[in-house]
């Protein structure tokens, strides 16, 4: 099964270096989307692959994740 996963990051230039982490790390550009003016980014990923993604997501220090 699928899910989402959204964090909520401080400044926009910490969505895009999240953004570039996801992608190196094989997640597909398609499953990122980014909302820019309330500064979240959201990834769709298999249950299996969730907590590899928490945790690239934890690394740039959101201001939550849920």
């Known amino acids: 099964m699928t899910t989402a996963v959204v964090a909520t990051y401080k400044d926009a230039g910490t969505?895009?270096?999240?953004?570039?982490?996801l992608i190196s790390t094989g997640i597909p550009n398609d499953a990122i989307k980014i909302d820019k003016e309330h500064l979240k980014i959201r990834v769709m990923t298999p249950d299996?692959?969730?907590?590899?993604?928490?945790?690239?997501?934890?690394?740039?220090a959101p201001a939550e994740i849920h």
């Not at 969505?15 to 570039?20: A, E, G, L, P, R």
């Not at 299996?48 to 740039?60: P, Y």
């Open 15 to 21: 969505i895009w270096n999240v953004k570039d982490d």
């Open 48 to 60: 299996q692959t969730k907590a590899e993604i928490v945790e690239i997501l934890n690394r740039h």
